[in-house]
């Protein structure tokens, strides 16, 4: 037995070698599906609620199926660029800018579903003060609270038409006032409309005149908008600042890659090269956050 060991060492090495390779690709497979699955879950549940927000009629999953498809596009393209710009591309310069148009293009799809749930929350917040001058008015001619929030619905102003819309539908089916304000301003989550809704429940409780409470809140809404305005007017050129500084070094490493792309391989044949463009893109993100953050002034 023990010569039969011997004289087979090798071959019983290769096996344990197979063996073990063969149950490490088990477990890191098992680990990747689990981690895939888990990021898809989050994903549906997180693009589920920004698709609510923008009311989009599309199943979060087609979100997911747009991110990849944008991606692979993105991939396709990029590589196919590389290949009809350089003479000679190598396997290290395929996967670099296949990762960086992967990264860039997966997200593009939920940051515009944010851009648009932004660009909805900001007309919302312009429509605001006309629609607590509107109620006011109506409570002075004798209406019921009920019936000036029908009032606004019934304007066909988007979005705050339907947003109103959605709570008087609330108060036909017997839902309490108080919390139908409340459930309205954890949907939009807007600090405008949830200083509104606590200052008519507190109005209500404490039997304060509803009118005045919402005039002063229209003045008050009218001045923080005027505020946000002239803050975006101010630093408008900070935000351009940080466009340019994040673009600045991408456009000069293709027109580098195109004007002297021997200089600009060297890059990709080293390890050393490939850190120093990874840095590059680190720092050129960190510092385009950070202007943007230094721009971005809560009013």
């Not at 060991?5 to 096996?15: E, G, P, S, T």
């Not at 840095?279 to 971005?296: S, Y």
């Amino acid at each position: 037995m023990i010569n039969f060991i011997q004289d087979n060492l090798f071959l019983l090495a290769c096996l344990s070698s197979g063996l073990c390779v063969t149950f490490a690709s088990f477990v890191i497979m098992d680990f990747i599906v689990f981690t895939s699955a888990r990021y898809r879950e989050k994903f549906l549940q997180e693009t589920s609620v920004e698709v609510d927000d923008v009311l989009l009629q599309l199943p979060p999953a087609r979100i997911l199926d747009l991110s990849l498809a944008l991606a692979a596009l993105a991939v396709f393209i990029s590589c196919g660029s590389l290949f009809l710009l350089t003479s000679e591309p190598t396997l290290v310069q395929f996967v670099f800018v296949g990762i960086l148009a992967l990264l860039v293009a997966f997200p593009a799809p939920r940051l515009f579903l944010r851009h648009l749930w932004r660009q909805r929350m900001t007309k919302f917040n312009e429509q605001l003060e006309d629609a607590l001058l509107s109620i006011s008015s109506s409570l002075k001619a004798g209406f019921s609270i009920s019936q000036a929030l029908e009032g606004i619905a019934k304007e066909n102003r988007r979005p705050i038409s339907y947003e109103f819309t959605l709570l008087t539908q609330e108060l036909r089916l017997g839902v309490p006032f108080d919390e139908a304000l409340r459930k309205m301003s954890d949907r939009l989550r807007c600090p405008d409309f949830e200083l509104v809704a606590v200052a008519i429940i507190t109005a209500r409780q404490t039997g304060g005149e509803l009118t005045g409470v919402l005039e002063r809140l229209a003045s008050v809404i009218r001045e923080r908008v005027r505020i946000m305005h002239r803050v975006q007017s101010l630093t408008a050129q900070g935000r351009m600042q940080a466009w340019l500084i994040g673009a600045v070094p991408v456009f000069l490493f293709f027109a580098m890659f195109y004007i002297s792309p021997d200089m600009m391989k060297s890059f990709f044949s080293s390890v050393t090269g490939i850190l120093i463009l990874v840095a590059v893109l680190v720092m050129d993100a960190i510092g385009f956050f950070i202007i943007r953050k230094i721009t971005k002034i809560d009013t």
